[in-house]
Protein backbone atom coordinates (compact mmCIF):
# COMPACT_ATOMS: atom_id res chain seq x y z
CA UNK A 1 0.00 0.00 0.00
CA UNK A 2 2.98 2.32 1.16
CA UNK A 3 4.31 1.92 -1.95
CA UNK A 4 1.81 2.23 -4.32
CA UNK A 5 1.25 5.80 -2.50
CA UNK A 6 4.62 7.02 -3.41
CA UNK A 7 4.42 5.96 -6.70
CA UNK A 8 1.11 7.64 -7.20
CA UNK A 9 2.78 10.89 -5.09
CA UNK A 10 6.03 10.89 -7.32
CA UNK A 11 3.76 10.43 -10.60
CA UNK A 12 2.05 13.89 -9.57
CA UNK A 13 5.22 15.80 -8.58
CA UNK A 14 6.78 14.90 -11.92
CA UNK A 15 3.44 16.25 -13.65
CA UNK A 16 3.36 19.07 -12.03
CA UNK A 17 7.13 20.32 -12.46
CA UNK A 18 6.65 19.56 -16.02
CA UNK A 19 3.55 21.77 -16.46
CA UNK A 20 5.39 24.16 -14.35
CA UNK A 21 7.86 24.50 -16.66
CA UNK A 22 6.33 25.10 -19.88
CA UNK A 23 4.11 27.53 -18.11
CA UNK A 24 7.45 29.52 -17.59
CA UNK A 25 8.54 29.14 -21.16
CA UNK A 26 5.41 31.53 -22.20
CA UNK A 27 5.64 33.59 -19.41
CA UNK A 28 6.44 37.37 -20.49
CA UNK A 29 8.28 40.11 -18.88
CA UNK A 30 5.39 42.51 -17.75
CA UNK A 31 7.28 45.29 -18.55
CA UNK A 32 8.14 44.96 -22.02
CA UNK A 33 6.79 46.68 -24.60
CA UNK A 34 4.85 45.07 -27.20
CA UNK A 35 3.92 46.16 -30.32
CA UNK A 36 -0.11 46.36 -30.77
CA UNK A 37 -1.59 47.37 -34.48
CA UNK A 38 -3.56 50.74 -34.69
CA UNK A 39 -6.50 49.11 -36.20
CA UNK A 40 -6.72 45.48 -35.51
CA UNK A 41 -8.23 44.90 -39.47
CA UNK A 42 -4.67 45.90 -40.91
CA UNK A 43 -3.24 42.41 -38.74
CA UNK A 44 -2.78 39.78 -41.74
CA UNK A 45 -4.41 36.55 -40.25
CA UNK A 46 -2.82 33.24 -39.71
CA UNK A 47 -1.42 32.06 -43.25
CA UNK A 48 -1.24 35.62 -44.73
CA UNK A 49 2.19 36.99 -45.79
CA UNK A 50 2.37 40.92 -44.28
CA UNK A 51 4.31 41.77 -48.11
CA UNK A 52 0.69 41.02 -49.08
CA UNK A 53 -0.75 43.94 -47.43
CA UNK A 54 -2.33 46.62 -49.54
CA UNK A 55 -1.77 50.03 -49.23
CA UNK A 56 -4.09 52.16 -51.30
CA UNK A 57 -3.42 55.31 -49.90
CA UNK A 58 -7.46 56.70 -50.29
CA UNK A 59 -9.23 59.83 -49.42
CA UNK A 60 -12.58 58.78 -49.21
CA UNK A 61 -15.07 61.95 -50.17
CA UNK A 62 -17.04 63.27 -47.20
CA UNK A 63 -20.51 61.98 -48.48
CA UNK A 64 -19.47 57.78 -48.07
CA UNK A 65 -16.97 58.59 -45.35
CA UNK A 66 -19.12 57.55 -42.29
CA UNK A 67 -20.73 54.58 -44.34
CA UNK A 68 -16.74 53.15 -45.14
CA UNK A 69 -15.41 53.72 -41.76
CA UNK A 70 -15.50 50.48 -40.41
CA UNK A 71 -13.27 49.20 -42.88
CA UNK A 72 -9.47 48.91 -43.15
CA UNK A 73 -8.10 49.40 -46.46
CA UNK A 74 -4.39 48.64 -45.22
CA UNK A 75 -5.59 44.97 -45.37
CA UNK A 76 -4.58 41.81 -47.29
CA UNK A 77 -6.95 41.45 -50.74
CA UNK A 78 -8.25 38.26 -48.87
CA UNK A 79 -9.59 40.54 -45.54
CA UNK A 80 -10.61 43.52 -47.77
CA UNK A 81 -13.09 41.22 -49.69
CA UNK A 82 -14.04 39.85 -46.41
CA UNK A 83 -14.92 43.55 -45.12
CA UNK A 84 -16.47 44.44 -47.99
CA UNK A 85 -19.20 41.37 -47.76
CA UNK A 86 -19.95 41.98 -44.16
CA UNK A 87 -20.58 45.70 -44.59
CA UNK A 88 -22.78 45.30 -47.47
CA UNK A 89 -24.61 42.78 -45.84
CA UNK A 90 -24.94 44.31 -42.52
CA UNK A 91 -25.68 47.79 -44.20
CA UNK A 92 -28.73 45.88 -45.99
CA UNK A 93 -31.28 46.35 -43.52
CA UNK A 94 -34.14 46.76 -45.09
CA UNK A 95 -35.80 43.81 -46.97
CA UNK A 96 -37.91 44.56 -49.89
CA UNK A 97 -40.71 43.05 -51.57
CA UNK A 98 -40.25 42.45 -55.15
CA UNK A 99 -43.32 44.57 -55.56
CA UNK A 100 -42.09 47.62 -53.78
CA UNK A 101 -39.57 48.32 -56.55
CA UNK A 102 -42.35 50.52 -57.93
CA UNK A 103 -41.88 53.01 -55.10
CA UNK A 104 -37.94 53.61 -55.30
CA UNK A 105 -36.72 52.24 -58.82
CA UNK A 106 -38.07 55.26 -61.17
CA UNK A 107 -36.55 57.78 -58.59
CA UNK A 108 -33.01 55.91 -58.66
CA UNK A 109 -33.48 55.95 -62.43
CA UNK A 110 -34.36 58.91 -63.16
CA UNK A 111 -33.53 61.28 -65.85
CA UNK A 112 -30.90 63.75 -64.83
CA UNK A 113 -31.96 66.46 -67.15
CA UNK A 114 -36.13 65.80 -67.05
CA UNK A 115 -37.72 64.79 -63.57
CA UNK A 116 -41.15 63.32 -65.52
CA UNK A 117 -38.86 60.40 -66.79
CA UNK A 118 -36.83 57.70 -66.43
CA UNK A 119 -33.54 56.96 -67.99
CA UNK A 120 -34.29 52.80 -69.85
CA UNK A 121 -30.91 50.58 -69.67
CA UNK A 122 -29.06 49.14 -73.30
CA UNK A 123 -31.46 51.76 -75.53
CA UNK A 124 -30.54 55.15 -73.04
CA UNK A 125 -34.03 56.37 -73.87
CA UNK A 126 -35.64 58.52 -71.64
CA UNK A 127 -39.06 57.61 -71.22
CA UNK A 128 -42.10 59.32 -69.06
CA UNK A 129 -42.14 57.65 -65.36
CA UNK A 130 -45.77 56.53 -65.42
CA UNK A 131 -45.36 54.23 -68.19
CA UNK A 132 -44.25 51.30 -66.02
CA UNK A 133 -45.48 48.09 -66.65
CA UNK A 134 -48.05 46.84 -63.94
CA UNK A 135 -51.49 45.62 -63.36
CA UNK A 136 -52.03 48.22 -60.86
CA UNK A 137 -50.65 51.28 -63.18
CA UNK A 138 -53.93 52.90 -64.85
CA UNK A 139 -51.97 54.47 -67.28
CA UNK A 140 -52.99 52.36 -70.66
CA UNK A 141 -49.77 53.30 -72.51
CA UNK A 142 -47.46 50.84 -70.67
CA UNK A 143 -43.99 50.56 -72.02
CA UNK A 144 -41.14 49.56 -69.91
CA UNK A 145 -40.96 47.02 -67.30
CA UNK A 146 -38.02 45.58 -64.92
CA UNK A 147 -34.88 44.63 -66.08
CA UNK A 148 -32.61 41.74 -63.78
CA UNK A 149 -28.90 42.76 -64.98
CA UNK A 150 -28.23 39.53 -62.95
CA UNK A 151 -31.13 37.24 -64.54
CA UNK A 152 -33.93 36.18 -61.79
CA UNK A 153 -33.53 32.46 -63.00
CA UNK A 154 -30.16 32.48 -62.04
CA UNK A 155 -30.05 33.75 -58.81
CA UNK A 156 -29.33 31.19 -55.78
CA UNK A 157 -30.59 33.31 -53.16
CA UNK A 158 -34.39 34.56 -52.60
CA UNK A 159 -33.52 37.16 -50.98
CA UNK A 160 -31.41 38.28 -53.81
CA UNK A 161 -34.55 38.48 -56.39
CA UNK A 162 -35.84 41.66 -54.97
CA UNK A 163 -32.47 43.75 -54.55
CA UNK A 164 -32.65 47.60 -56.41
CA UNK A 165 -29.02 47.24 -57.20
CA UNK A 166 -29.82 44.69 -59.66
CA UNK A 167 -32.87 46.31 -61.54
CA UNK A 168 -32.89 48.93 -63.98
CA UNK A 169 -36.09 49.99 -66.37
CA UNK A 170 -35.68 48.62 -69.92
CA UNK A 171 -38.17 49.01 -73.06
CA UNK A 172 -40.54 45.72 -72.88
CA UNK A 173 -39.34 44.12 -76.01
CA UNK A 174 -35.37 44.63 -75.46
CA UNK A 175 -36.09 43.26 -71.92
CA UNK A 176 -37.51 40.17 -74.12
CA UNK A 177 -35.02 40.22 -76.36
CA UNK A 178 -32.28 40.12 -73.53
CA UNK A 179 -33.97 37.01 -71.72
CA UNK A 180 -31.96 35.53 -69.36
CA UNK A 181 -28.76 35.73 -72.08
CA UNK A 182 -25.32 35.73 -70.27
CA UNK A 183 -22.85 39.07 -71.12
CA UNK A 184 -20.74 38.92 -73.61
CA UNK A 185 -17.57 40.85 -75.65
CA UNK A 186 -18.89 43.33 -78.08
CA UNK A 187 -18.60 46.68 -79.69
CA UNK A 188 -21.21 49.79 -80.60
CA UNK A 189 -25.08 49.60 -79.40
CA UNK A 190 -26.82 46.55 -77.42
CA UNK A 191 -27.16 43.47 -79.10
CA UNK A 192 -27.48 39.56 -79.20
CA UNK A 193 -24.41 37.94 -80.26
CA UNK A 194 -21.92 35.29 -80.09
CA UNK A 195 -24.65 33.10 -78.42
CA UNK A 196 -25.24 35.82 -75.58
CA UNK A 197 -26.39 39.40 -75.26
CA UNK A 198 -23.72 42.72 -75.69
CA UNK A 199 -25.04 45.70 -73.47
CA UNK A 200 -23.96 48.29 -75.26
CA UNK A 201 -20.89 50.64 -74.98
CA UNK A 202 -22.50 53.27 -72.95
CA UNK A 203 -23.82 50.56 -70.32
CA UNK A 204 -20.98 47.64 -69.97
CA UNK A 205 -19.33 49.25 -66.63
CA UNK A 206 -22.77 49.88 -65.26
CA UNK A 207 -23.40 46.06 -65.76
CA UNK A 208 -20.19 44.64 -64.78
CA UNK A 209 -20.13 47.00 -61.47
CA UNK A 210 -23.98 45.60 -60.71
CA UNK A 211 -22.74 41.58 -61.44
CA UNK A 212 -19.78 42.92 -58.92
CA UNK A 213 -22.13 43.39 -56.34
CA UNK A 214 -24.46 40.69 -56.66
CA UNK A 215 -21.50 38.04 -55.98
CA UNK A 216 -20.44 40.07 -52.71
CA UNK A 217 -23.59 40.62 -51.70
CA UNK A 218 -25.10 37.17 -52.15
CA UNK A 219 -22.06 35.05 -53.56
CA UNK A 220 -23.20 34.86 -57.21
CA UNK A 221 -21.13 33.31 -59.76
CA UNK A 222 -19.45 35.60 -62.68
CA UNK A 223 -19.77 32.62 -64.70
CA UNK A 224 -23.32 32.20 -64.87
CA UNK A 225 -24.11 35.40 -66.57
CA UNK A 226 -20.33 35.94 -68.60
CA UNK A 227 -16.81 35.76 -66.83
CA UNK A 228 -15.03 37.82 -64.28
CA UNK A 229 -12.15 38.88 -67.01
CA UNK A 230 -14.82 40.71 -69.22
CA UNK A 231 -16.44 42.30 -66.26
CA UNK A 232 -12.73 43.85 -64.90
CA UNK A 233 -12.49 44.96 -68.81
CA UNK A 234 -15.85 46.69 -68.66
CA UNK A 235 -15.34 47.91 -65.25
CA UNK A 236 -12.21 49.84 -65.98
CA UNK A 237 -13.29 50.98 -70.12
CA UNK A 238 -16.35 52.35 -68.86
CA UNK A 239 -16.09 54.70 -65.79
CA UNK A 240 -19.18 55.55 -63.33
CA UNK A 241 -22.06 57.29 -64.33
CA UNK A 242 -24.19 60.26 -62.96
CA UNK A 243 -27.03 58.21 -62.99
CA UNK A 244 -25.11 55.05 -61.29
CA UNK A 245 -24.27 57.78 -58.44
CA UNK A 246 -27.47 58.88 -58.33
CA UNK A 247 -29.55 55.10 -58.10
CA UNK A 248 -26.79 54.60 -55.62
CA UNK A 249 -27.67 57.02 -53.50
CA UNK A 250 -31.47 56.37 -53.91
CA UNK A 251 -30.98 52.52 -52.98
CA UNK A 252 -28.69 53.28 -50.09
CA UNK A 253 -32.09 55.72 -48.69
CA UNK A 254 -33.93 52.57 -49.80
CA UNK A 255 -32.54 49.41 -48.16
CA UNK A 256 -29.50 50.54 -46.03
CA UNK A 257 -26.36 49.48 -48.52
CA UNK A 258 -24.69 50.91 -51.19
CA UNK A 259 -22.85 49.23 -54.38
CA UNK A 260 -18.79 49.90 -53.18
CA UNK A 261 -18.01 49.41 -56.96
CA UNK A 262 -19.98 52.21 -57.71
CA UNK A 263 -18.59 54.39 -55.44
CA UNK A 264 -14.86 53.18 -56.06
CA UNK A 265 -14.55 50.74 -59.39
CA UNK A 266 -11.05 50.69 -57.98
CA UNK A 267 -11.67 48.36 -55.37
CA UNK A 268 -12.23 45.70 -58.10
CA UNK A 269 -8.84 46.10 -59.57
CA UNK A 270 -7.19 45.71 -55.96
CA UNK A 271 -9.76 42.77 -55.42
CA UNK A 272 -9.59 41.19 -58.79
CA UNK A 273 -7.02 42.36 -60.91
CA UNK A 274 -7.32 43.34 -64.36
CA UNK A 275 -5.19 43.74 -67.85
CA UNK A 276 -5.99 47.82 -66.80
CA UNK A 277 -6.59 49.30 -64.08
CA UNK A 278 -10.21 51.09 -63.38
CA UNK A 279 -10.55 54.55 -62.52
CA UNK A 280 -9.77 55.11 -58.56
CA UNK A 281 -12.39 57.38 -57.48
CA UNK A 282 -10.75 57.96 -54.30
CA UNK A 283 -8.33 60.20 -54.52
CA UNK A 284 -7.59 63.86 -54.22
CA UNK A 285 -7.45 64.20 -57.33
CA UNK A 286 -10.72 62.79 -59.13
CA UNK A 287 -13.29 65.15 -59.82
CA UNK A 288 -15.93 63.12 -61.77
CA UNK A 289 -18.25 61.90 -62.49
CA UNK A 290 -19.57 64.16 -65.11
CA UNK A 291 -21.40 62.48 -67.70
CA UNK A 292 -21.20 58.77 -69.18
CA UNK A 293 -17.19 59.93 -70.13
CA UNK A 294 -15.25 61.35 -67.97
CA UNK A 295 -14.29 64.97 -69.43
CA UNK A 296 -10.83 66.79 -68.98
CA UNK A 297 -11.33 69.88 -67.92
CA UNK A 298 -7.98 71.53 -69.08
CA UNK A 299 -7.92 74.63 -71.36
CA UNK A 300 -7.23 73.01 -74.38
CA UNK A 301 -10.67 71.10 -73.55
CA UNK A 302 -12.06 73.99 -73.29
CA UNK A 303 -10.82 75.85 -76.31
CA UNK A 304 -11.89 72.28 -78.47
CA UNK A 305 -15.29 72.37 -76.96
CA UNK A 306 -15.98 75.78 -77.91
CA UNK A 307 -14.80 75.40 -81.44
CA UNK A 308 -17.24 72.36 -81.72
CA UNK A 309 -19.95 74.31 -80.38
CA UNK A 310 -19.72 77.13 -83.07
CA UNK A 311 -19.30 74.28 -85.63
CA UNK A 312 -22.94 72.86 -84.46
CA UNK A 313 -24.07 76.08 -84.53
CA UNK A 314 -23.23 76.46 -88.22
CA UNK A 315 -24.40 72.68 -88.90
CA UNK A 316 -27.52 73.49 -87.13
CA UNK A 317 -28.60 76.18 -89.41
CA UNK A 318 -31.68 74.95 -91.70
CA UNK A 319 -34.78 76.91 -92.73
CA UNK A 320 -37.89 76.33 -90.90
CA UNK A 321 -40.30 76.55 -94.06
CA UNK A 322 -39.06 73.40 -95.70
CA UNK A 323 -41.70 70.56 -95.88
CA UNK A 324 -40.54 67.27 -94.49
CA UNK A 325 -42.84 63.53 -95.02
CA UNK A 326 -42.59 59.84 -94.54
CA UNK A 327 -41.52 58.18 -97.57
CA UNK A 328 -40.74 55.09 -96.93
CA UNK A 329 -41.61 51.89 -93.80
CA UNK A 330 -40.33 48.48 -93.41
CA UNK A 331 -42.13 46.50 -91.35
CA UNK A 332 -39.66 43.43 -92.11
CA UNK A 333 -38.85 40.11 -89.99
CA UNK A 334 -37.72 40.76 -86.46
CA UNK A 335 -36.40 43.51 -85.84
CA UNK A 336 -35.75 44.61 -89.13
CA UNK A 337 -38.08 47.62 -89.01
CA UNK A 338 -36.81 51.31 -90.52
CA UNK A 339 -38.77 54.48 -91.30
CA UNK A 340 -37.34 57.04 -93.64
CA UNK A 341 -37.73 60.95 -93.78
CA UNK A 342 -37.99 62.39 -97.05
CA UNK A 343 -37.15 66.54 -96.97
CA UNK A 344 -39.67 67.40 -99.80
CA UNK A 345 -38.63 71.11 -100.52
CA UNK A 346 -35.61 73.00 -102.01
CA UNK A 347 -35.04 74.08 -98.71
CA UNK A 348 -32.35 72.63 -96.04
CA UNK A 349 -34.58 71.91 -92.82
CA UNK A 350 -33.90 72.45 -89.50
CA UNK A 351 -34.75 68.95 -87.45
CA UNK A 352 -34.82 70.33 -83.77
CA UNK A 353 -38.90 70.61 -84.05
CA UNK A 354 -39.25 67.39 -85.08
CA UNK A 355 -40.01 64.18 -83.38
CA UNK A 356 -41.74 60.94 -84.57
CA UNK A 357 -43.69 58.80 -82.28
CA UNK A 358 -46.04 55.59 -82.27
CA UNK A 359 -49.28 54.06 -81.39
CA UNK A 360 -49.24 50.71 -79.44
CA UNK A 361 -52.08 48.25 -80.88
CA UNK A 362 -53.25 51.66 -82.64
CA UNK A 363 -54.82 52.65 -79.17
CA UNK A 364 -55.23 56.43 -80.15
CA UNK A 365 -52.22 57.38 -77.50
CA UNK A 366 -48.85 58.98 -79.52
CA UNK A 367 -45.80 57.62 -76.86
CA UNK A 368 -42.19 56.56 -76.98
CA UNK A 369 -41.28 60.08 -78.72
CA UNK A 370 -38.22 60.43 -80.68
CA UNK A 371 -36.92 63.71 -81.09
CA UNK A 372 -34.87 64.92 -83.89
CA UNK A 373 -31.77 67.03 -84.16
CA UNK A 374 -29.23 68.47 -86.83
CA UNK A 375 -30.39 69.04 -90.27
CA UNK A 376 -31.62 66.86 -93.60
CA UNK A 377 -30.54 68.63 -96.76
CA UNK A 378 -33.57 69.77 -99.65
CA UNK A 379 -34.17 66.47 -101.32
CA UNK A 380 -32.46 64.01 -98.91
CA UNK A 381 -33.44 61.29 -96.69
CA UNK A 382 -33.09 60.26 -93.24
CA UNK A 383 -33.30 56.70 -92.39
CA UNK A 384 -34.03 55.91 -88.77
CA UNK A 385 -34.16 52.03 -88.37
CA UNK A 386 -34.09 49.48 -84.86
CA UNK A 387 -30.12 49.03 -83.40
CA UNK A 388 -31.20 45.41 -83.61
CA UNK A 389 -31.59 44.90 -87.50
CA UNK A 390 -30.12 42.47 -89.34
CA UNK A 391 -30.75 43.24 -92.78
CA UNK A 392 -27.32 44.62 -93.90
CA UNK A 393 -28.73 47.69 -96.32
CA UNK A 394 -30.71 48.98 -93.34
CA UNK A 395 -27.20 48.65 -91.28
CA UNK A 396 -25.54 50.46 -94.27
CA UNK A 397 -27.94 53.53 -94.72
CA UNK A 398 -28.92 54.31 -91.17
CA UNK A 399 -28.42 57.73 -89.65
CA UNK A 400 -30.00 57.12 -87.01
CA UNK A 401 -29.78 53.79 -85.00
CA UNK A 402 -32.33 53.66 -82.50
CA UNK A 403 -33.03 50.72 -79.72
CA UNK A 404 -36.49 49.81 -79.27
CA UNK A 405 -39.47 52.17 -79.04
CA UNK A 406 -40.83 53.74 -81.18
CA UNK A 407 -38.63 51.65 -83.97
CA UNK A 408 -39.93 48.70 -82.83
CA UNK A 409 -43.39 48.75 -84.47
CA UNK A 410 -45.55 45.91 -85.98
CA UNK A 411 -48.33 46.39 -88.33
CA UNK A 412 -50.96 47.85 -86.04
CA UNK A 413 -48.61 50.42 -84.87
CA UNK A 414 -49.47 53.72 -86.33
CA UNK A 415 -46.27 56.11 -86.61
CA UNK A 416 -46.77 59.60 -86.73
CA UNK A 417 -44.18 62.94 -87.92
CA UNK A 418 -44.63 65.98 -85.35
CA UNK A 419 -43.32 69.31 -85.77
CA UNK A 420 -42.99 71.36 -82.59
CA UNK A 421 -45.36 68.62 -80.77
CA UNK A 422 -48.16 68.59 -84.10
CA UNK A 423 -48.41 65.60 -85.89
CA UNK A 424 -48.33 66.82 -89.57
CA UNK A 425 -47.75 63.10 -90.99
CA UNK A 426 -48.94 59.89 -90.23
CA UNK A 427 -48.41 56.21 -91.31
CA UNK A 428 -51.34 53.72 -90.35
CA UNK A 429 -54.64 53.43 -88.98
CA UNK A 430 -56.20 53.46 -85.41
CA UNK A 431 -57.93 51.12 -83.58
CA UNK A 432 -55.29 48.13 -83.96
CA UNK A 433 -55.54 47.29 -87.54
CA UNK A 434 -53.12 45.79 -89.57
CA UNK A 435 -52.36 48.07 -91.96
CA UNK A 436 -48.87 47.54 -92.52
CA UNK A 437 -48.62 44.16 -91.39
CA UNK A 438 -45.17 42.37 -93.13
CA UNK A 439 -44.59 44.32 -95.54
CA UNK A 440 -42.75 47.36 -96.93
CA UNK A 441 -44.56 50.79 -97.86
CA UNK A 442 -42.85 53.53 -100.40
CA UNK A 443 -44.56 57.09 -101.16
CA UNK A 444 -45.64 57.44 -104.21
CA UNK A 445 -43.75 60.54 -106.19
CA UNK A 446 -47.39 62.21 -106.95
CA UNK A 447 -47.17 62.74 -103.06
CA UNK A 448 -45.55 66.63 -102.80
CA UNK A 449 -46.92 67.11 -99.57
CA UNK A 450 -47.38 65.44 -95.58
CA UNK A 451 -51.02 64.87 -94.31
CA UNK A 452 -52.25 64.18 -90.49
CA UNK A 453 -54.28 61.61 -91.75
CA UNK A 454 -53.51 58.07 -93.41
CA UNK A 455 -54.17 57.07 -97.34
CA UNK A 456 -53.36 53.82 -98.41
CA UNK A 457 -53.94 55.06 -101.87
CA UNK A 458 -50.84 57.33 -101.38
CA UNK A 459 -48.63 54.24 -101.06
CA UNK A 460 -47.17 51.48 -102.64
CA UNK A 461 -46.73 47.59 -100.85
CA UNK A 462 -43.50 45.30 -101.30
CA UNK A 463 -43.05 41.97 -100.17
CA UNK A 464 -41.55 41.74 -96.49
CA UNK A 465 -37.99 43.04 -95.89
CA UNK A 466 -38.11 44.20 -99.57
CA UNK A 467 -35.39 47.17 -98.87
CA UNK A 468 -33.45 47.40 -101.95
CA UNK A 469 -34.72 51.71 -102.33
CA UNK A 470 -33.94 52.51 -98.59
CA UNK A 471 -31.84 55.36 -98.17
CA UNK A 472 -32.73 57.25 -101.50
CA UNK A 473 -35.79 58.65 -102.94
Not at 376 to 386: E, T
Amino acid sequence: MTSKLNTFLFCFLFIFLAACSEDDDIITDPNEETETPENPEETPEEGEDNADVLNPNFTIPEDVADYYSEIGFNVTVDSLERALIALTSNKHTTFLEYYERHDYLYDATEDPDNPENVILVYSGESRAKNQYQSGNNPNANQTFNTEHIYPRSKITVELGESDLHNFYPADISINSDRQNDSFVAGEGEFTSTNGGWYPGDNWRGDIARIVMYMHIRYDQDFDNVGNLDLFLEWNAEDPVSVLEVQKNNVIETAQGNRNPFIDNPYLATLLWGGEDDAVNTWTADYSGPITEEYIDNSEDNEEDNEEDDTEEEEDNEGSENAVLLFSEYVEGSGNNKAIEILNISEETADLSGYSIQKQINGNGEWSNELALSGTLDAGDVLVIINSQSDLQKLLDEADISQGGAPVDFNGNDPVGLFKDGVLIDMIGTAGGDDFAKDVTLRRKSSVTAPTPTYNSEEWESFDQNTVENIGTY
